[in-house]
């Protein structure tokens, strides 16, 4: 086989293969998250999944993953971006899917303001702004 023609074939077969691995990769919740009962949704054209209400310092926190599940909370700007600089606030769930933001390994407590938290497990990492209040 000549190799353009065997490059085409290869082409052809591997792009659907190719093109989701891309799409898994680029969304911002491979698996489901919620905080203070509001399920994250994805918008369109952000990096940043998003809780739409504000939700209070101690909101109960869901993630649809097992296993070890590491959450980083940062404050962020009015997009959702975490402030560079800012040090993250840890919360770890060693068992289950649960827990609260006011679990952090520091004991820190959340002021008002705006969040970016990376939700962590089953390899991949969901993103997620929201805002307490």
């Known amino acids: ?9 290869l082409a052809l077969v591997l792009s659907p293969v190719i093109v989701h691995a891309t799409e898994e990769e680029n969304t911002a919740l491979p698996f489901s998250v919620s905080l203070g009962g509001q399920a994250a949704k994805a918008v369109a054209g952000s990096p940043f999944a998003k809780i739409e209400t504000p939700v209070a310092a101690n909101a109960a926190l869901e993630v649809g993953a097992s296993g070890m599940i590491i959450i980083n ?13 800012d040090t993250p606030a840890v919360i770890v769930i060693q068992s ?25 497990a089953d390899g991949k990492t969901a ?3 929201f805002k307490i209040q």
């Not at 086989?1 to 074939?9: G, Q, R």
């Not at 909370?73 to 600089?85: M, T």
């Not at 820190?108 to 990376?118: D, I, Q, S, V």
């Open 96 to 120: 289950g899917n649960k827990t609260t933001l006011d679990k952090t390994m520091d004991g820190r407590k959340f002021p008002a303001g705006n969040y970016h938290m990376a939700v962590v």
């Open 127 to 129: 993103s997620v702004s």
């Open 1 to 9: 086989m000549k190799p353009l023609a065997l490059f085409i074939t």
């Open 73 to 85: 909370v940062a404050s962020a700007n009015e997009k959702g971006e975490p402030k560079e600089g």
